[in-house]
């Protein structure tokens, strides 16, 4: 099982479409969360952390459920701009250092 | 502020030759590098993490006679691909752990990457 899961994806959407994406990660121990998006052929870059308690930015909001080990994307509103792969990531603590973990990522695709 | 630099960008080497790519942090001093690859339509997978002065962690099935680390300063690690093949054309992605850029221990700054293409 990978430690991390994603929607296989693509999501093919309308602009102004809200969308969803899940993830699940295997790993109980997990520390902290985090939805990275990446564009094609460049390095992925934080969207947001992702908190127990649920958080916003804008039209994106985060929620992480440790119970079920599940953590959540929703985009409202999309843009064209919106387009690019959502990685979910989970942070590992080893030792004395913190390992990133990435999930494969969802693509979406935002047409006019 | 928080910038990572990796050069090459891009890089095309005959099989058997060996290409080596840098990784700086430029605004900010990082006591740990993280090297990963990312091949199409796949995760980036951590590859190794590296700590300046000490010798390079390698993740599980990872050669470390092949893909040589060297973090010799708190700004600069290099990731050497020696004996390069076909098989090792990929993404490679560097990062800089950010506690000493204001960051948590989990915050990670990632250069732009380098893309290797062994003919």
């Known amino acids: 099982r990978k430690e991390v899961e994603q929607d296989p994806g693509p999501f093919n959407v309308p602009e102004g479409a809200t969308v969803a994406f899940n993830c699940t990660y295997s790993?109980?121990?997990?520390?902290?969360f985090f939805w990275y998006r990446q564009d094609c052929r460049k390095e992925p870059k934080l969207l947001m952390s992702v908190y127990s308690s649920g958080n916003e930015d804008g039209r994106f909001t985060a929620q992480l459920n440790r119970a079920s080990q599940y953590i959540s994307l929703l985009i409202r509103d999309s843009k064209l701009s919106d387009s690019a792969t959502y990685l979910c990531v989970v942070n590992m603590r080893h030792g004395n250092t913190d390992k990133l973990i990435f999930g494969t990522g969802t693509r979406l695709q935002v047409f006019p | 502020g928080a910038v990572v630099s990796q050069h090459p960008s891009w890089v095309i080497c005959k099989s058997g030759t060996s290409v080596k790519i840098e990784c700086r942090s430029l605004d900010f001093q990082a006591t740990t590098m993280f090297w990963y690859r990312q091949f199409p339509k796949q995760s980036l997978m951590l590859m190794a993490t590296?700590?300046?002065?000490?010798?390079?962690?390698?993740e599980q099935g990872v050669e470390k006679d092949k893909f040589l680390i060297n973090h010799a300063s708190l700004t600069l690690s290099t990731l050497t691909v020696t004996s390069a093949h076909p098989e090792d054309s990929s993404f490679y992605i560097c990062s800089a752990d950010g506690l000493l850029a204001g960051g948590g221990t989990d915050t990670q700054y990632f250069g732009p990457g380098t893309r290797l293409t062994v003919l």
């Open positions: 790993n109980s121990a997990s520390q902290s």
């Open positions: 590296s700590n300046e002065g000490s010798k390079a962690t390698y």
